[in-house]
T-cell receptor, first 115, second 116 residues
């Protein structure tokens, strides 16, 4: 059973547009929600993360929106650029020593931004 | 070197070979992980070494054997693999601190493994 469900699988956006990727989870014990960006030939890199005590976090053009009651969180990329073309993964974990930092990942979204 | 380094970057091996993947982290982290990334599948956790404890995903076949000699080095020993084991193998590290919030993983660039 997949712990984190991500959609869409692929996304094509025009330069300057807004890219939106959604994730949903079931385990209410999750309390740490990072997003990772992966370029071809590279490992995933941490992009931005949120904890459930806030509903939104913004870093530059990247914003995470978090809806605790709906158990959903999403990544918004404003003013999308061709350089943002990559695969994006959402993830979730229970931030306690007993879980040894284990992250559960979504299946990924392949984002293509057309110039 | 900084971050997480994985070697080799690419590996082609026959089904009867024995090989090892190496990972080294220069971040002073106390937890290291092996993940498998296959096409159209979620990142699959294989093994965790953290705070001198090892945790493994019970679905990982015994032909994969991890070794963590110290907090900076992690190996994945491979033997008698199958073609379906072809994938990108990612190493990651993180800092697990009791009672403290932590940041996410730092991943290496991975080893692209092809089993022929």
């Amino acid at each position: 059973q997949q712990q984190v469900k991500q959609s869409p699988q692929s996304l094509i956006v025009q330069k300057g547009g807004i890219s939106i990727i959604n994730c949903a989870y079931e385990n209410t014990a999750f309390d740490y929600f990072p997003w990772y960006q992966q370029f071809p030939g590279k490992g995933p890199a941490l992009l931005i993360a949120i904890r459930p005590d806030v509903s939104e976090k913004k870093e530059g053009r990247f914003t995470i929106s978090f809806n605790k009651s709906a158990k959903q969180f999403s990544l918004h990329i404003m003013d999308s650029q061709p350089g943002d073309s990559a695969t994006y993964f959402c993830a979730a974990s229970i931030d306690r020593v007993s879980t040894l930092g284990r992250l559960y990942f979504g299946r990924g979204t392949q984002l293509t931004v057309w110039p | 070197e900084t971050g997480v380094t994985q070697t080799p970057r690419h590996l082609v091996m026959g089904m009867t070979n024995k090989k090892s993947l190496k990972c080294e982290q220069h971040l002073g982290h106390n937890a290291m992980y092996w993940y498998k990334q296959s096409a159209k599948k979620p990142l699959e956790l294989m093994f965790v070494y953290s705070l001198e404890e090892r945790v493994e995903n019970n679905s990982v076949p015994s032909r994969f054997s991890p070794e963590c000699p110290n907090s900076s080095h992690l190996f994945l020993h491979l033997h008698t693999l199958q073609p379906e084991d072809s994938a990108l193998y990612l190493c990651a590290s993180s800092q697990v601190v009791p009672g403290s919030r932590r940041d996410g993983y730092t991943f290496g660039s991975g080893t692209r493994l092809t089993v022929v």
